[in-house]
């Protein structure tokens, strides 16, 4: 049996796999992302991998990272980003 265990001060969650009898373990964890700057899983918690996952979309000029929604992918967008990233989650 294979567990995913993700820790933090806002998610904790303990998968099982789908044929398991025992389930799903799940204790606060945050389904909806809890600002513009959390790109990535686990939502809630802002880490490397939402700025990893955020610089990916903007290189590869994917919609989700025009912040500023104005059709363009510039210096506005990273700034936004940096202020819901520095701002952290609630």
């Given amino acids: 049996m294979k567990v995913k265990l993700f820790m933090s001060s806002v998610a904790i969650c303990a998968m099982m796999p ?3 009898s025992q389930g799903v ?3 606060g964890l945050q389904q909806e992302p809890c ?3 959390d790109f990535a899983e686990p ?3 802002l880490d490397f991998f939402d700025a990893a ?5 903007f290189a590869n000029m994917d919609e989700s990272a025009d912040l500023v929604h104005d ?3 510039n210096s506005f967008d990273l700034l936004a980003f940096m202020r819901a990233f520095s701002k952290g989650c609630d």
């Fill in 18 to 20: 789908a044929n398991s």
């Fill in 25 to 27: 373990v799940a204790r």
């Fill in 35 to 37: 600002n513009i700057a």
């Fill in 43 to 45: 939502y809630g918690v």
């Fill in 53 to 57: 996952a955020f610089l990916q979309a």
């Fill in 71 to 73: 059709g363009a992918f």
